[in-house]
């Protein structure tokens, strides 16, 4: 062993001692941004934003429920629909164990959760996506329980909500899943002609066919500080463009300074800021009625 | 005769043809009778000829649709359109290469063309961008479609990229957004929309200008959620895995029948449309007719109708 593979090999020794708090219980939590050691139960208070460098760290669909509607007014739709392997998909591990993971692991059925629900005292059609249920892709039962929340909107004439994180479309399902890209911006298209307002949340991250079809489409395209939103991944740009990217590509800042966003909304501004546009868009609709 | 660019999976194909070739030079020159065995080996290798195309593995059919032969979008504009008008320009900010379109007419009958476009010669793909749009592409699409819907002009496009262009321009100008909107906009245009996948459908790049009332494909060409290398590379981590991808990704036209996703196959020759253009243009010509004249009576309700339902349909799922 020569001199320098022993100081590489001190060196990755120490990083994974460093990265590992020895603590039980899950007491403590370390930034992944700036590093601070923060105590589990402040952070959850804080909505899993640092208090010291405010990281959004990403939550789960149901995090985010609670933090977004009204308390209790959130009734849940299309909760039964399971994804279906009509390919026999098998990569490193087939698709159907997958699906089998991905249940146990988020105790979700797939990748969204829909539903009618009230911000601030206005009635919403709300959709929230998981990225922890297979890096939250769209296959067939996101693609059919967008749509009919979408179309259930349209039918009531409410203003629908699409909170996402997702990594695109689910290779497994194929070009069934490309195909939800059509099929959403197409509910969203009749949704749009009845007047009826849309404003699209994209969440750490957003990239893909999700990016490409109804998140980009809200009449209203927010998002989070620093959240990785693009169509191609960066690496595989880098690979095309042979230059390194620029500092801040594809995060909330840099789509805002490319006109891709409307608004930056921190987490604890997200509610009252949809509770207000929401108001804003309804009040001359209610007056004439 | 050999073609100069044959395929690998073709490789004892040519072998025989070859083979048939040296019994021919060797019959002449020595003034041998060998028209048996010629014969003999000629019915071999047309055998041999139908059993690899009736059993081509995905992964081959990929090599077919990026066959550098194969016709291109300006082949069928040239050869199946007459008095084309080219175009250009987004409008906003440049004219993309990588995707064509204007008026031409088809049978006497004016139709809006629309079809990313490779090139031939390295200088020409280099000018195309290799047939991958950037967000002008798309949103000349939708200018195009607009105009032709002005005026009750049908339209056509040609689907053959293998995906919008990942670059650093191309995302600052909101590629991901172009698309998106050609996907909802498409929904509400008025006149039919005939989409057909003439060689490589990729992703969301090819499906931002497929969204017709009829959606086909050529038999060897192929419409993919991601590229089987591209697959490859994400869920195995090794980009030598992309005929496994191939297999599990169902590309091929056949599948895509079969699971609804395009509604018809337009025939190729057995070896492929680089073999006989003239072939595939005919072929083309009577599938295009035919679909025109269907829906020459639709109403623009019943357009959109039809055209929401048959995506609405797509996707399957378990409902318990």
């Known amino acids: 062993m020569s001199i320098l593979d022993w100081f590489a090999k001190k060196n990755s020794e120490s990083t994974v001692k460093a990265s590992k708090l020895d603590i039980p219980g899950n007491l403590w939590i370390k930034c992944i941004s700036c590093g601070d050691v923060l105590y589990s139960k402040d952070f959850e208070q804080n909505q899993k934003v640092c208090p010291k460098c405010s990281h959004h760290f990403r939550l789960t669909s149901k995090e985010r429920l609670d933090i977004t509607v009204d308390k209790g007014s959130f009734k849940e739709i299309n909760q039964d629909l399971e994804p279906f392997d009509s390919l026999n998909f098998c990569d490193i591990k087939p698709y159907k164990e997958r699906i089998v993971a991905a249940k146990k692991k988020t105790g979700m059925n797939d990748a969204i959760i829909t539903g009618e629900a009230k911000i601030n005292g206005s009635k919403v059609a709300i959709a929230i996506m998981d990225f922890g249920y297979m890096g939250g892709s769209m296959g067939s039962v996101v693609g059919e329980k967008i749509t009919r929340l979408i179309e259930l909107a349209t039918k009531k004439g409410l203003p629908a909500i699409i909170m996402s994180s997702s990594g695109g479309a689910r290779m497994q399902e194929g070009m069934n899943s490309l195909m939800q890209m059509a099929k959403t911006s197409a509910a969203l298209y009749r949704h749009k002609t009845k007047k009826l307002l849309f404003i699209s949340v994209m969440l750490d991250p957003t990239t893909g066919g999700t990016t490409a079809s109804f998140a980009m489409l809200g009449d209203l395209n927010i998002t989070e500080p620093k959240a990785l939103i693009g169509f191609a991944g960066p690496r595989v740009i880098e690979q095309t463009i042979k230059q390194k990217l620029p500092k801040n590509f594809q995060r909330s800042e840099y789509l805002q300074e490319h006109g891709m966003i409307d608004h930056i909304v921190t987490r604890h501004e997200m509610k009252n800021f949809i509770g207000n546009i929401v108001e804003m868009t309804n009040f001359y609709k209610l007056e004439k009625k | ?320």
């Open chain 2, 1 to 320: 005769m050999a073609p100069k660019n044959y395929l690998d999976f073709e490789k004892p194909i040519i072998q025989l043809y070859e083979k048939i070739e040296e019994l021919k030079e060797l019959s002449n020159a020595d003034n041998l009778d060998m028209t048996s065995d010629i014969e003999n080996l000629k019915n071999k290798a047309e055998k041999l000829k139908q059993k690899i195309y009736e059993n081509l593995e995905p992964i081959q059919v990929v090599k077919l649709s990026r066959h550098p032969e194969r016709p291109i979008t300006s082949d069928y504009i040239a050869n199946v359109f007459e008095d084309f008008v080219e175009l250009h320009g987004d409008r906003v900010f440049a004219d993309d290469h990588a995707m064509i379109g204007g008026f031409a007419k088809f049978e006497g009958k004016p139709v809006m063309i629309i079809g990313q476009q490779r090139g031939k010669t390295t200088k020409e793909k280099i000018y195309r961008n290799f047939a991958m749009p950037q967000p002008e592409g798309y949103r000349k699409a939708l200018r195009l479609m607009r105009l032709a819907e002005k005026f009750d002009i049908p339209i056509v496009t040609l689907i053959d990229t293998q995906g919008a262009y990942p670059g650093l321009g191309s995302e600052e100008r909101g590629v991901a957004e172009a698309i998106a909107m050609n996907l909802r906009e498409m929904m509400g245009i008025t006149v039919p929309i005939i989409s057909i996948v003439i060689g490589e459908g990729g992703s969301g790049g090819a499906l931002g200008i497929a969204i017709g009332n009829t959606v086909a494909m050529l038999n060897y060409s192929i419409y993919s959620v991601i590229s089987p290398e591209g697959c490859a590379a994400i869920l195995w981590r090794d980009a030598g895995m992309a005929p496994t991808a191939a297999h599990n990704l169902g590309i091929v036209s056949a599948k895509l029948k079969e699971l609804g996703i395009v509604d018809a196959i337009i025939e190729e020759p057995l070896e492929g449309a680089h073999t006989n253009h003239k072939k595939v243009f005919t072929k083309f010509r009577s599938f295009l007719k035919k679909e025109l004249t269907k829906y020459e009576k639709y109403s623009d309700e019943k357009l959109l109708e039809q055209r929401y339902n048959r995506f609405r349909a797509l996707g399957k799922i378990k409902e318990a």
